[in-house]
């Protein structure tokens, strides 16, 4: 009896090595994002069908699972395939109480390093061997993200992001490699929001459609900010054209090449459970410049401006009036000198026809 246990466990051990395998080399497509093409999956490369394909239905899939967990008697194996399930995400299972975000793959992580400052792989008319690593991990992360999202309560994103609310643009675009997969806050207008509906992958795990979402930071100079989402507000209906102030919550994914009006730029993207629609700030709340601070020491600096100068002008009346004193005393003296002295004689002139 032991001796067919251990045949057991090494089976189920084998088949999820094999699963494992071929979930890194099976990769959904992407569409290029350009000025009308969304940040959304689509669907995957045409391929004949696998005798393995069983495993890449997750009704199926988590079917086979549990009967090798039932099989796997012994406490070690069992654990080590609940493990490796979760990591394959068959079970789509979030940690038990977890008050923060799940992490993110971070082997993979590192990997799709490579899409940075690139446009969505497209994978729709490549044979799959033809397909990256560095593409198939990111679309294993975009689907680990997505899935996160989805099972995710807001408020663990809402906590995560806590850590991380001084990040602002500037350090998104030149320091996404740090950040990547960190839950980043997110606020400002959201200018366009767009539907599309989820991949067969994603709709298996129960998410219906993607949102897409165009957010302008109250920043100038930003480029708008790209998040996917899998929940809609109830208060907000996809459009081309709005001007909502909302808050986000997601993981930073990469910094990818999008076209736009102006040419391609680049801008951060991000994957989280939904938008927040809440109310604008004041313009002061928003990116208020002037600090008390810097009014206080403004009027101060003015006020000894104005002190100074009357003080200049004090001080020059004084000396202005010392100079007149002393020239009019030295006039006086000199007229008092020339009425004293004694007079010269001169001699009355003769007349023009007299002696």
Excluded at 32 to 52: Q, S, Y
Excluded at 65 to 82: E, K, M, N, S, Y
Aim: aromatic share 10%; hydrophobic share 40%.
């Amino acid at each position: 009896m032991k001796h067919w246990q251990a045949r057991l466990d090494c089976l189920a051990l084998a088949a999820l090595f094999v699963l494992s395998a071929l979930c890194d080399n099976a990769a959904s497509g992407f569409q290029e994002l350009g000025a009308e093409a969304p940040a959304v999956p689509i669907e995957a490369v045409k391929r004949e069908r696998d005798p393995l394909e069983f495993w890449f239905d997750p009704v199926r899939a988590r079917a086979g699972a549990t009967a090798q967990l039932i099989l796997a008697q012994q406490p070690v194996t069992a654990t080590a395939l609940r493990i490796a399930g979760k990591a394959l995400q068959v079970w789509g299972e979030t940690e038990f109480g977890s008050e923060r975000a799940p992490d993110l793959d971070a082997r993979r992580l590192a990997s799709i390093s490579e899409r940075d400052g690139k446009p969505m792989p497209n994978l729709e008319k490549r044979a799959p061997d033809l397909v990256t690593k560095a593409e198939r991990d990111y679309i294993a992360i975009y689907n680990q993200a997505f899935v996160n999202s989805f099972q995710t309560p807001i408020g663990a994103f809402i906590k995560s992001a806590r850590e991380n609310e001084h990040v602002n643009f500037a350090r998104m675009y030149q320091q996404t490699g740090k950040l990547r997969g960190k839950v980043i806050p997110i606020k400002g207008f959201l200018r366009r929001l767009r539907e599309f509906d989820a991949s067969p992958s994603l709709q298996a795990k129960g998410i219906k459609y993607i949102y897409e979402g165009w957010i302008a930071l109250p920043t100038d100079g930003a480029h708008p900010i790209c998040v996917v989402f899998p929940i809609l507000p109830e208060k907000l209906k996809p459009t081309e054209n709005m001007n909502r102030w909302v808050e986000f919550y997601g993981y930073l994914i990469n910094r990818y090449k999008y076209r736009s009006g102006r040419g391609d730029l680049e801008t951060p993207f991000l994957i989280g459970p939904t938008v927040i629609p809440a109310p604008q700030p004041p313009p002061d709340e928003q990116a208020s410049v002037v600090t008390p601070t810097m009014l206080y020491g403004f009027v101060g600096f003015i006020v000894a401006v104005a002190l100074t100068v009357v003080a200049l002008n004090l001080w020059f009346r004084r000396g202005d009036r010392q100079v007149r004193d002393h020239l009019a005393q030295r006039q006086a003296e000199r007229a008092l000198e020339a009425f004293s002295g004694p007079q010269p004689f001169e001699p009355d002139k003769p007349h023009e026809h007299g002696t």
